[in-house]
């Protein structure tokens, strides 16, 4: 049995959980997310809680057992209380700025580069330089900061680009002692 498909998924309170078919939707105020339920895998709902089972005990219901049921704890997580990924800017004149609810980067181009909000998606720009991507949809969220980070990844002599907050970027030495006009 699965350590993380065997765990029930308890449903707070105001979020509302329907099985349809083998679509599972999962709503909340004004977010709905879908997903669609594999072949192999049962899903019901008992007492506040989503239980998720397999039918049988092949490879392919085993993995995708665990799977089904962390893909709907993020969602009955996400339409309550929602993914947060941050991004933070370093360099000399790189910035983001907020354009309706797009986002623009300025990195170090010769144009901005827009970036528009997906459905379900909401940027938040603080001091230029630190980029919040909040949503319901935790693929989502973090595809799109994934996608954001690949205009310009940092670069490991002075660090410019842009990079996760969390995240640690290996810096190397440059060229420490070299003359610049060949043989002393």
């Known amino acids: 049995m699965s350590r993380i498909g065997k765990l029930p998924v308890v449903i707070p309170e105001g979020v509302l959980v ?5 679509i599972i939707k999962v709503k909340k105020d004004n977010q709905e997310l879908f997903h669609q339920i594999p072949s192999g895998i049962k899903v019901t709902i008992v007492n506040q809680r989503v239980i998720i089972e397999r039918v049988s005990d092949l490879r392919i219901h085993r993995s995708l057992h665990g799977l089904t049921r962390s ?11 929602g993914f947060e990924k941050v991004l933070e800017i370093n360099g000399v004149g790189y910035r983001a700025d907020l354009k309706d609810k797009n986002l623009e980067l300025n990195l170090g ?47 490991p002599y002075k660090g410019k680009g842009i990079k996760y907050i969390d995240e640690h970027i290996r810096r190397k030495v440059g060229k420490a002692g070299a003359s610049v006009g060949g043989k002393k």
Do not use: C, W
Request: aromatic share 4%; no cysteine.
């Open 109 to 155: 181009y010769s144009h901005p580069i827009r970036v528009e909000a997906p459905v379900g998606i909401e940027f938040l720009v603080e001091k230029q330089k630190t980029i919040k991507i909040k949503g319901a949809d935790k693929q989502l969220v973090g595809k799109i900061a994934a996608e954001i980070r690949s205009l310009k990844k940092p670069e």
């Open 18 to 22: 329907e099985i349809d078919d083998r």
């Open 71 to 81: 893909l709907i704890f993020n969602m009955v997580k996400g339409v309550n209380e």
